[in-house]
T-cell receptor, first 113, second 114 residues
């Protein structure tokens, strides 16, 4: 039973264009969401997060959007750069429920020069 | 800041052998997490500790797996006996409570059991 799903295993984007990575969740108790980036042979690194009281959070080229009614979040990267090529994981948590994160399966982003 | 340190980075062992993975969390972090990443199951939480105390080990696959945290700066994940299906990348992560929910991951240990 996957509570967090990333339905696109891969995405290819041209440098300078927008990358949109999507994530869906089923557990309505989730109220905090995070995106991680992972390069080969490295651990995931935290990218950006959003609380369920917001619908948007922006940090430089990265913006996360949350649609609670649809149980959907997305990560926008604008403009995309070749160095953004990595696997992106979304994760969800229930505030006050022990800090545990539930991860999606990941989306491999390839940004072509 | 050295980040989360894991050792070894790679481990190759034969079925039936004992394997011990090690983790040093970021100094000052009071929560520590062990994850396993496989192609089939993705990134799954095995166990986590708060203030060196195991809080939830429901993700530990079976009794062959055990984890300890004897002090705030060290944790081990042990598999005894190991099996080929234990082959995966094992990550350790840490965080500090009260500052968001982001966890900081180590580089992982790639375990191969032949």
């Amino acid at each position: 039973d996957q509570q967090v799903k990333q339905n696109s295993p891969s995405l290819s984007v041209q440098e300078g264009r927008i990358s949109i990575l999507n994530c869906d969740y089923t557990n309505s108790m989730f109220d905090y969401f995070l995106w991680y980036k992972k390069y080969p042979a490295e651990g995931p690194t935290f990218l950006i997060s959003i609380s369920s009281i917001k619908d948007k959070n922006e940090d430089g080229r990265f913006t996360v959007f949350l649609n609670k009614s649809a149980k959907h979040l997305s990560l926008h990267i604008v403009p995309s750069q070749p160095g953004d090529s990595a696997v992106y994981f979304c994760a969800a948590s229930v505030v006050g429920a022990g800090n545990m994160l539930t991860f999606g399966g990941g989306t491999r982003l390839m940004v072509k020069p | 800041d050295a980040g989360v340190i894991q050792s070894p980075r790679h481990e190759v062992t034969e079925m039936g052998q004992e394997v011990t993975l090690r983790c040093k969390p970021i100094s000052g972090h009071n929560s520590l997490f062990w994850y396993r990443q496989t192609m089939m199951r993705g990134l799954e939480l095995l166990i986590y500790f708060n203030n060196n105390v195991p809080i939830d080990d429901s993700g530990m696959p079976e009794d062959r797996f055990s984890a300890k945290m004897p002090n705030a700066s060290f944790s081990t994940l042990k598999i005894q006996p190991s099996e080929p299906r234990d082959s995966a990348v094992y990550f350790c992560a840490s965080r500090t409570t009260g500052r968001g929910y982001e966890q900081y991951f180590g580089p992982g240990t790639r375990l191969t059991v032949t």
